[in-house]
């Protein structure tokens, strides 16, 4: 497939439609927050074609600024020595692009690596200070095709958050500012910060080296062929046998870099909404999830597929947030899952650490601007990640993985990837 050409058409700040009231301007953040790097997260919203898509872009707008009333943290700015928000209206970053092509190449033809980042608004500044917490790119296709791509900060979100947003934002376009609810901005004062931690470090890379994504899709019928691979019928799940298969080629492909096998340590977040034994509302904005991690260590000698997947099956059962009594003991539970993965990423260069995260069960396809549900979700990042979205039908997961460049050719030669996915771009 051809390279899709895009041009930006224009890019303002749009502020909520009613000021925010200056008891709200401070919005502490948690003690999850401020765990969390200086990283983005970043969704993708695929649409249909439809008639009067320019005039759609300025119905968005709208609903956009009547929707940040609600949501009015996302555009403030971050006090990151402060350990808050802003809440004094700066505005969200608002782009309209028009792309050259038909979405339906784009969804149903050959590769698309190097392509998606041109639908996710990227340039939004390098200083947290001033840059903005969020920022949208509405992609007009020439064939009415809609993309929606979103940037917000992870410092102020989970993936929760920004689909509670999205969802919000769409429900206010389609109907009325009137149908949504306000979130609940409670989680700083339920769980606050502590001056004890140590500061997030800098994301570290490799100069030179381009962070490339590709598509891995996995139908519903090859995931159930991975867990009968990983052991006995009802003793792995499929998410774990999906994350132990991507992981296994993760290990292989720091194999091939170093030249000999590495300790690996798998990280991978879990919500913790509807998953602890305190009592906040189902509606909470903001991190709230801690971080599991698995170790594989070459002189054990178990790095098969079964192995992987058995350990991380393990550690989900042995780890129990609904044990907790209280916050305090919560905050302390949390603290130490972000610190053993903060310390092995900085401090032991002789292990590799990956991070999955699992989108799936979250509402990603409900956000109905008033044209239809997405007909796809995806995800693209400048840092190492994978993502898992289920697609629209259920029947299988798209693993959305970013990788250096060197990584990924590797990764994509691996054997099981190339047996298990039935199609990769």
């Not at 009231?21 to 502490?28: C, E, F, I, T, V």
């Not at 940040?68 to 700015?77: C, N, S, V």
């Not at 059962?317 to 209280?326: L, Q, V, Y």
């Amino acid at each position: 497939m051809a390279p899709m050409k895009s041009q930006i058409l224009s890019k303002k700040l749009v502020k909520p439609s009613t000021p925010t009231p200056r008891h709200l301007h401070k919005l502490k953040l948690s003690i999850m927050d401020q765990l969390i790097p200086l990283t983005n997260l970043n969704m993708i919203f695929y649409y249909s074609p439809g008639e009067k898509s320019r005039e759609r872009c300025v119905e968005l707008e709208k609903s956009l600024s009547d929707t940040l009333t609600k949501f009015y943290p996302l555009a403030g700015r971050l006090a990151v020595e402060d350990l808050l928000v802003d809440c004094t209206d700066e505005g969200v970053e608002f782009s309209e692009a028009q792309v050259c092509g038909r979405i339906a190449d784009f969804v149903h033809g050959g590769s698309m690596a190097g392509q998606l980042d041109q639908f996710l608004p990227w340039e939004c500044g390098a200083d947290p200070a001033t840059a903005p917490l969020a920022a949208v790119q509405i992609n007009l296709f020439d064939c009415g095709g809609i993309v929606v791509g979103v940037r917000v900060s992870h410092k102020v979100a989970d993936a929760f958050s920004i689909i509670t947003f999205v969802n919000a934002w769409a429900t206010a376009n389609k109907t009325s500012i009137k149908k949504v609810f306000s979130p609940s901005f409670s989680l700083g004062s339920l769980f606050p910060t502590s001056n004890l931690l140590p500061k997030n470090p800098p994301p570290s890379g490799k100069n030179g080296v381009k962070i490339v994504t590709k598509r891995f899709f996995f139908s519903r019928v090859a995931i159930q062929s991975l867990v009968a691979a990983a052991g006995a019928s009802g003793s792995v799940s499929q998410g774990a046998a999906l994350t132990a298969l991507l992981w296994k080629a993760l290990i292989g492909a720091a194999r091939s870099e170093h030249g000999h096998l590495r300790p690996s340590l798998l990280v991978y977040p879990i919500n913790l909404r509807g998953n602890i034994g305190i009592s906040i509302p189902g509606n909470s904005f903001g991190n709230f999830s801690m971080l599991l991690m698995e170790r594989c260590m070459p002189e054990k000698g178990k790095m098969k597929l079964n192995d992987l997947a058995g350990s991380i099956g393990n550690a989900v059962r042995e780890t129990d947030p609904k044990k907790t009594s209280n916050a305090d003991d919560l905050c302390v539970m949390v603290r130490e899952s972000f610190g053993e993965a903060r310390r092995e990423k900085m401090h032991n260069k002789r292990a590799d650490v990956h991070l999955c995260a699992s989108w799936c069960g979250l509402p990603l396809y409900e956000a109905d601007f008033g044209w239809g549900k997405p007909v796809w979700v995806s995800s693209s990042n400048k840092y190492e990640v994978i993502h898992l979205i289920e697609n629209r039908c259920g029947d299988g997961v798209d693993a959305w993985v970013s990788l250096y460049e060197n990584d990924m050719a590797e990764f994509e030669r691996d054997q099981d990837i190339l047996a298990f996915s039935s199609q990769q771009s």
